[in-house]
């Protein structure tokens, strides 16, 4: 004769014993059977159940159990599956009625093949679903560049169908409410460039060269790419969070099944905006950060006022102006494609458009650092 | 009349030939064959998750089909050229599930936007057409509210007056009484009902509101979950009373319980045993 208890200190609220009887054993359960009692392994139970050797036969008495919840239901759950397995026919005619009843119920539709959870696909799998998933995701890439090429060419000749009203509006987004962040930062970066540079020339008592050193460094490069980064960070993934829910509000569908194009509607007036926005807000991240330069150039170093402002003058030609400019197009071309385009691939749930939001900042900071060394190589081999 | 013409009204408005829909290789319907008839309601039934909704998207032309073809008065949908797609287009009104109301403009700018587009009329004139169109649905006196500023029931409202805009020969509502409280559920049947009636306007609904299904279908399609494929098509009062198949039917009374007939049975307050 074998018996099995549970090894549960003396303090456990619950306590169960297996109890031989003629033609098998008992399971005897008292006590509270909560999940925060700490309740024990059904493989302690399933351990006593192999060691029974006077029957197949399992039976329960839960008379003095006390309290339940779902811990109990799992450890019930558990033991019956040990003793199916170890060949026990089950009476559960102990059991607390809600019990059996919830088993019932839990049993009633049987468990489907979901095809989830299984094993991991193997190694060369993965690395063939995501190559695959990197090709799609070129080809939608270059699907909605070629789209944007379209609606660009209609707005051109003035066939492009969209508000009036949201252009204005995305102007206003895009361009005044930015300038209180744009100042911050260029006027900073003015600031920081200065510093850097009066350290150095300071050592060849070169201080006036910090006013050409500002100034063209705001003008061929910091201006534009720091108005970019900004607007990639607050247009960019403004543009791809509010096309992404429209996704999720069937607002997008809305429009097509209306025979209105979405991409002229809702993303032309976006890239407009930004587009004819980047330029102006690249000449004035370029005063203000002149700006920066000059007040650590007058009012730590000591450069007059005056000198400080004819440096600066003969220092930047309309050139350097340009060289930025033109940078400034380009970036803002491409921040709103990288917002538009992760908007209108969002998928239709607040995650994606969480996802689309995020994706479309990154992707538009890769765009503005890698075309700007493009450029940079460009501007170098041609002179400009 | 022409004879092209008089051909033209024998089609059905609606010719779903063979339609398989699928993502990727996963199959949601295969070999959908269905007609709607004109001026008729005609609803897409069955349990959650059947692809109901997508093939409302396959009919409205967001979905290709992977196989299969629909026509619109014995014209083939996705056989037609752009242009001549975006005009079968322009004769549907879609009501989506959620309203989908473009949530920067206004309901009278939402329901008189393709008015501007499509049409020549003047900024006033769309602006009484879509004051009737909102009034229609109840909603007269909200012109300039915004979708945020309404209720649920109320977008959803809006959302069918937007449909009616350009005076659809076919309305496709998804899932219309979803999330609407069981009297302005009905009272958008009855709106659905007289939409049939004065303007001879063909009603896709996709639906699982029983109540509401036997209150205006004229037709229905039971797309079965299981089978991935439609079971059966008639009129839903018709199936219940002659079809034969246990899906069907248990589909159209709760699972077997005859809730529907429930009532009815116990006026007197006895219950079948006569234990009461």
């Known amino acids: ?384 | 009349m022409t004879p092209s013409a008089s051909s033209g009204e024998a089609e059905p408005r609606i010719r779903v030939v063979g339609l398989t829909m699928a993502y990727g290789d996963f199959v949601i319907q295969h070999d959908l064959t269905f007609d709607v008839t004109r001026g008729e309601v005609f609803i897409i039934m069955g349990g959650s998750g059947c692809g109901k909704s997508t093939l409302l998207r396959h009919l409205i032309g967001l979905i290709r089909p992977s196989k299969g073809e629909v026509f619109f008065d014995g014209a083939s949908f996705w056989g037609a050229d752009d242009e001549r797609r975006q005009l079968m287009l322009r004769r549907f009104g879609v009501l989506y599930q959620s309203g989908a109301l473009w949530s920067s403009m206004t309901l009278a700018e939402n329901v008189g936007l393709p008015l501007g587009e499509f049409t020549d009329l003047s900024p006033s004139q769309i602006r009484e057409i879509a004051s009737l169109k909102l009034s229609l649905v109840g909603l007269g006196g909200f012109e300039d509210f915004y979708p945020s500023e309404i209720s649920g029931g109320m977008q959803k409202r809006a959302g069918l007056a937007r449909a009616m805009a350009l005076d659809p020969d076919i309305l496709f509502l998804d899932e219309p009484s979803a999330g609407l409280d069981p009297v302005s559920s009905r009272l958008l049947d009855d709106l659905i009902l007289q939409l049939r009636d004065s303007l001879k306007c063909t009603v896709v609904v996709v639906t699982h509101e029983l109540a509401s299904i036997f209150t205006i279908a004229d037709d229905s399609v039971y797309l079965d979950a299981e089978t991935r494929t439609m079971l059966v098509q008639g009129n839903p009062r018709t199936l219940l009373a002659e079809s034969k198949n246990p899906k069907i039917h248990a589909f159209l009374t709760r699972g077997g319980q005859e809730s529907e007939r429930a009532p009815a049975g116990n006026r007197s307050g006895v219950l079948p045993g006569g234990t009461a």
């Not at chain 1, 193997?122 to 890439?141: D, E, I, Q, W, Y």
């Not at chain 1, 749930?349 to 939001?357: D, M, Y």
């Not at chain 1, 992707?363 to 503005?368: A, C, Q, R, Y």
């Open chain 1, 1 to 384: 004769m074998t018996s099995a208890t549970s090894t549960a200190p003396l303090n456990a609220s619950w306590h169960w014993n297996l109890d031989p009887s003629a033609d098998g054993v008992i399971l005897r359960l008292s006590g509270s059977w909560r999940m925060q009692n700490d309740l024990p392994a059904a493989s302690e139970v399933e351990h006593g159940l192999g060691a029974v050797s006077t029957g197949r036969r399992l039976r329960f008495d839960a008379r003095e159990v006390t309290a339940w919840d779902s811990g109990f239901l799992v450890f019930i759950l558990n033991v019956l599956d040990a003793a199916k397995t170890l060949g026990f026919t089950v009476d559960r005619g102990g059991l607390p009625e809600g019990v059996r009843k919830l088993l019932d119920l839990a049993a009633a539709v049987p468990e489907r093949d979901t095809k989830r959870g299984g094993a991991p696909d193997p190694f060369v799998t993965r690395l063939g679903k995501s190559s695959l998933s990197v090709l799609a995701g070129a080809r939608a890439m270059i699907t909605f560049l070629g789209e944007a090429t379209v609606a660009l060419a209609h707005a051109a000749v003035g066939r492009a169908r969209f508000r009036r009203v949201d252009l204005m509006l995305n102007i206003q987004e895009a361009g005044a409410s930015a300038l209180g962040i744009v100042s911050l930062i260029s006027f900073l970066i003015g600031l920081i460039l200065a510093f850097v540079g009066a350290i150095q020339l300071r050592q060849f008592g070169a201080q006036i060269y910090i006013a050409d050193l500002v100034a063209i460094g705001m003008a061929r490069e910091m201006g534009a790419m720091m108005a970019a980064i900004i607007m990639a960070g607050r247009t960019g993934a403004a543009y791809a969070a509010q096309l992404g829910t429209m996704r999720v509000n069937e607002e997008i569908d809305a429009l097509s099944t209306m025979g209105i194009s979405p991409f002229e509607f809702l993303v032309l007036p976006r890239m407009l905006g930004l587009i004819l926005m980047m330029p102006l807000l690249t000449i004035y991240a370029n005063l203000v950060g002149i700006l920066g330069g000059a007040v650590v150039g007058v009012g730590m170093l000591k450069v007059g006022l005056i000198p400080y402002w004819n440096h600066t003058l003969n220092a930047v030609t309309l050139a350097d102006f340009a060289a930025g400019l033109i940078k400034s197009v380009i970036f803002g071309v491409l921040i709103a494609i990288a917002g538009c385009m992760r908007g209108m691939q969002s998928g239709r749930s607040s995650a994606a458009v969480g996802l689309a939001a995020t994706s479309a900042v990154v992707t538009g900071i890769v765009f503005i650092i890698v075309s700007d060394a493009i450029l940079t190589v460009v501007y170098d081999a041609i002179g400009f």
